[in-house]
Structure formats: structure tokens, C-alpha cells
């Protein structure tokens, strides 16, 4: 499917599927963060192999600037203890991010938002705030993990996680194959080597309980049906 035919989920999910994971890149305020850029450099290079817009926008009525003041506490030289006023001004408002297919604009996600931002200068608060928005904005659309650690840690408890739920597939299918192998032979008691003989090729020694991959399991169960004439009920 070219990408002039995927609609603008697919288109999404194509990014996704590339930046599920960034490395925090920048310590600062007593805590590791990702970068805006280091976001952007991941995510606009797929945007635009997709032939996708992001369209920031500020919804009406909803800009709030106001001061906002608060206390810290810090010491003098001699190390005693005292509190000093703040004085900041506080930028808020509501957002919508809107994801746009380029190859056809009218098909459109329009996401609600917030902007919040604290500075000494109201332009700076407002500035902060557009970063911070547009930062979180990615980095929770997509579920972007943000691990301190080496990415390939992450895709290792991915890789995990999806093993695990395979495994869970495959019991209940071999669950299903043994049913229907002891219903078989039930009415065909002089089968039992051949069943044997048959499981054998799939699973060591016979023991299909063994089985963890899905595929392998629903390719035993569906060829014994057709090795065996076994029609559905």
C-alpha cells in the first residue's frame, strides 16, 4: 500500500512503530528529560516519508497570563536559613494539536491540549510553555518510552512481553489440539500410532504440551484436522 492510499491512522502508526523509544539525552532541574529536538529529529523525518502536518493551534478566549508568586528557601554565607519571594508570571492555555494527512487535508486528527508555562517574562513563560507542550504532546501521543538506560533494554522486555502473550496463545490451541485428539480417539482407538507418529513430527517424544510458539502450534492443530478428516462442528 503506497502512502498516498494509507489513511492517517496507518500513516500514524508507521511513525510510531519508529520512535517507540528515545534515550533521555539531557540532565537538568535534578532530572534526565528528552529534548524537543532530540523528539523532532526522530519524528519529522517520518512525517514527512508519510506525508504528514502537525498543526499546533491556540484555542480562542483560553490565553490566561497572570503572576504567580512563590516562596524559596535558601541560605546565607553564615548558613542560616531564610525565604525569599518569588515573582513569576504564569502563561496557560487550552491547545489542539492537529495531525493532517498531506495527501488528502481533509482527513484530519484534531487532538485537545494544554499549554502552561512559568517564567520571569511573560514571553519566555509563553515560549516554555509551547516547548514543554510540544514535548509531552509527542512523546504521549505515541507512548515514546524514555528509558535512562540503553533503548535495546526496553525492546528486550518488548520482545519479553510479546513471547509471553504468544505462550499464552499457544496453551489455549493446545489445549483445543488435545481435546480434539481425545475426542478422535475415542471413536478411533486403533489411530493411536498413527496420532503418535503424527505428533512426533512436530513436537519431541510426542509432548505437544511442550509447544510455546503460536505458529507451530496452530499449524498442529490444523493439519491433524486435515491429515485426520476432521470437519468443523
Partial sequence: MSEQTSNIYQKLAKVRKQVEVIR??????????????EILAKISVFMDKYHLSLVPSIQPGTTRVEPYTYKKTKTTGKGEFYEENNNEILVSADMVWSWVNNDNPE??????WALVGQQGDASQAFGSGLTYSSRYFLLKYFNIATPDDDPDNFRSKQRAAEAAEDKMIAEGIIQSFDETVKHFLESNKD????????VSKYAKGGNYFAITESALAGKLLAEFKETFSIKEE
Fill in 191 to 198: 489411530k493411536a500410532e498413527d496420532v503418535k507418529k503424527f
Fill in 107 to 112: 482527513e484530519r486528527i484534531d487532538v485537545s
Fill in 24 to 37: 533521555k539525552n539531557k540532565s537538568g532541574y535534578g532530572y534526565k528529560y528528552v529534548t524537543e529536538d
